[in-house]
């Protein structure tokens, strides 16, 4: 993963139209969602999109060719992207993770084991549940810590005991416990189970594994460099 600043190199533009960035990529639709963008995009372009909707155009497509690509095209500029959007849309992730990926799949492995009274069973949900907590625990820490602070620093407030690289240290890759999960799925599943709905179950914990990962590089690789330049920036006007 590299930083780089050539407009040439973005795959999608403003002025493409919406409906092709779909086509191209369908897993588009969950930064669609996640913006508060809604299909029947007609022949509009993404710039016409985002703007109807209130949408700030830069950071939903470097979000997209983030996505797409796997660089991120950021300069030095805040302008670049706007960091209420970035927090709205990893805000809108955290809810999409927490009340429903996450819960839809639980209920899918209870119904797929339902059957199977083992202890394999049992060990799955509790892996599953805790699984859970921990994720809700990460995501509440950034959404009532992390996001609060970067808000205040928005309205010019530097508090001196807390900066974004205190929560850069700590952040972890929260897909990688759902690795474990999948392993234990595939050498150690119950007899009795529902075989269709599990390898539902297993695909979609696939989905979220990767989703997630997604989501930790986006905070990564845009919302802390964001952050970091805007904390810098403070620090400079305050020596003035």
């Not at 949408?55 to 497509?61: A, G, Q, R, S």
């Not at 084991?113 to 625990?137: C, N, V």
């Not at 508090?159 to 890759?173: L, R």
């Not at 905070?219 to 810098?232: C, K, T």
Request: aromatic share 12%.
């Amino acid at each position: 993963m590299y930083y780089i600043n050539m407009d040439n190199l973005q795959k999608y533009t403003p002025t493409d139209k919406m409906s092709d960035l779909i086509v191209d990529n369908y897993s588009l639709l969950q930064v669609m969602s996640r913006f508060g963008l809604a299909l029947g995009v007609g022949e509009r372009s993404v710039r016409e999109v985002c703007e109807a909707s209130g949408v700030d155009c830069n950071t939903f497509l470097a979000i997209v060719n983030f996505m797409t690509e796997g660089f991120v095209h950021i300069g030095d500029d805040e302008s670049d992207i706007s960091i209420p959007a970035l927090i709205h849309y990893l805000r809108q992730s955290h809810i999409y993770f927490l009340e429903f990926s996450l819960p839809t799949i639980r209920e899918k492995l209870i119904e797929a084991i339902e059957y199977s009274k083992d202890d394999i069973s049992f060990l799955i949900l509790k892996f599953f549940d805790e699984y859970m907590h921990e994720i809700r625990h990460h995501m509440e820490y950034e959404d009532e810590t992390v996001f609060k602070y970067v808000e205040g620093l928005l309205q010019g407030q530097t508090p001196p005991a807390y900066q974004i690289t205190t929560y850069s240290k700590h952040h972890d890759q929260v897909g990688e416990t759902l690795s474990e999960l999948k392993n234990i799925l595939i050498k150690y599943c119950p007899e009795k189970v529902n075989v269709n709905i599990l390898n539902v179950a297993l695909s979609d914990i696939y989905s979220c594994e990767e989703g997630l990962e997604w989501h930790s590089k986006v905070e990564d690789y845009l919302f802390v460099p964001a952050i970091l330049n805007l904390e810098r920036r403070l620090r400079d006007e305050q020596k003035q």
